[in-house]
């Protein structure tokens, strides 16, 4: 279990840091974007995400 959390870790690492690599300018209008449009839509957007991670992780894991 232990190595199946630093693998996730690892992962997330390498797709941040290829975001920030190679599209700097991107990631800035992301953010902007994210400022614009509030904290309680961010919030959501947000859980939507978690969801989607933790229904891919269990259909992966079974």
Known sequence: MLTDILF???FVAIVEG????????????LLEMLREIGPERTRTLGLFI?????????AVHG
């Open 18 to 29: 290829l975001v920030l690599a190679l599209a700097p300018s991107r990631l800035a209008q």
């Open 8 to 10: 996730g870790l690892g």
């Open 50 to 58: 978690v969801a989607g991670g933790v229904l891919l992780v269990w």
